[in-house]
């Protein structure tokens, strides 16, 4: 990963440094939506800014927006990397779901950056990065989820949209506006966030009783639900479907003494955290509509579960 310089440029101080620096919490916000990858979003930041530094104190000048300028850059490798992201999911072990965030106060000192900054701080836990909006954008085409995360959650307007994504505004509105009705398609009414709370903490209860009629009743007759390990550790490798089944699976999955299953939050949302022997070894994101359970992302791969983890 390369390293943002520092502000000494030619032995002179460019005084655009700090403005510029102080894009990354947006650069790292955008670029997580896009993705749904904590690790891929700083990359995708480290490499704008390695462009940046890249071109001449002249070059760097002549851009009467710097902010913009990182913004394009941002946008544009973000649709490189969903584009190869493609191919690289079809190879990938099982299923794939986005990287979980866990809420600022959770996120261990050290878990990244080298213990130099936190990047909770820099990820915003609203609705557009929780776990059932991110699953909707993996179902996107990247020019649609680009052109609808700029426009719709950051709301650039159509003509930057167009000069990112290589198309025309008008083509670049018609992205954004498939990309709306997808999600309103698959948007149940949301539940306050206390009748989530509730739903969860009544879900863990019955998990940890081994209570297969409790989870039954918490569970939509069509719920389902997806494990990622990514093949590092085991995970199903194919989505679970229907209460009774998801229950029993759940139940069988309790480890007395030595597994232990706290409430959380997830992306902004209320969930879980499996810890072994004190280690967060899963991390469970849920979407609740009528006071059931519909679908449960189960995130057991070590590579993204290092913000709950530390280094």
């Not at 894009?23 to 997580?32: D, S």
């Not at 490189?80 to 965030?101: I, Q």
Request: glycine share 8%; charged share 25%; aromatic share 6%.
């Amino acid at each position: 990963m390369t390293t943002i310089p520092s502000a000494q440029d030619d032995g002179l101080l460019d005084p655009r440094t700090g403005a510029v620096t102080g894009e990354r919490r947006r650069l790292i916000n955008l670029a997580y939506r896009m993705l749904g990858s904590l690790a891929e979003a700083e990359d995708v930041v480290q490499e704008t800014y390695a462009r940046w530094y890249a071109m001449s104190r002249e070059q760097r000048e002549a851009v009467a927006s710097p902010g913009g300028w990182l913004t394009k850059v941002a946008g544009r490798v973000c649709l490189d990397v969903l584009r190869s992201a493609r191919a690289r999911r079809e190879r990938y072990v099982g299923e794939w779901v986005p990287e979980p965030l866990p809420a600022r106060d959770d996120w261990p000192a050290g878990a990244a950056d080298g213990g130099t900054a936190d990047p909770a701080d820099r990820v915003t836990l609203d609705e557009s990065v929780a776990m059932a909006f991110l699953v909707v954008l993996e179902s996107m085409t990247p020019a649609e989820r680009v052109a609808f995360v700029l426009h719709d959650v950051f709301r650039y307007p159509f003509a930057e949209v167009a000069d990112i994504v290589g198309r025309s505004p008008a083509a670049c509105r018609q992205l954004a506006s498939s990309a709306r009705r997808r999600i309103d398609a698959s948007r149940p009414p949301a539940a306050p966030p206390a009748q989530r709370a509730r739903v969860i903490r009544d879900f863990k209860q019955a998990w940890q009783a081994q209570d297969i009629d409790a989870l039954i009743g918490l569970l939509d007759p069509d719920a389902v639900a997806v494990g990622d390990g990514g093949g590092l550790v085991t995970a199903t490798p194919h989505p679970i479907e229907g209460a009774e089944t998801i229950a029993r699976f759940f139940a069988s999955r309790t480890v007395p003494g030595r597994l232990s299953v706290h409430e959380c939050t997830v992306n902004g949302q209320p969930g879980l955290a499996a810890r072994l022997d004190g280690v967060v070894v899963s991390v469970y994101a849920f979407d609740i509509a009528d006071d059931r359970i519909r679908r449960i992302w189960a995130v057991l791969n070590p590579e993204k579960l290092r913000p709950w983890t530390t280094a």
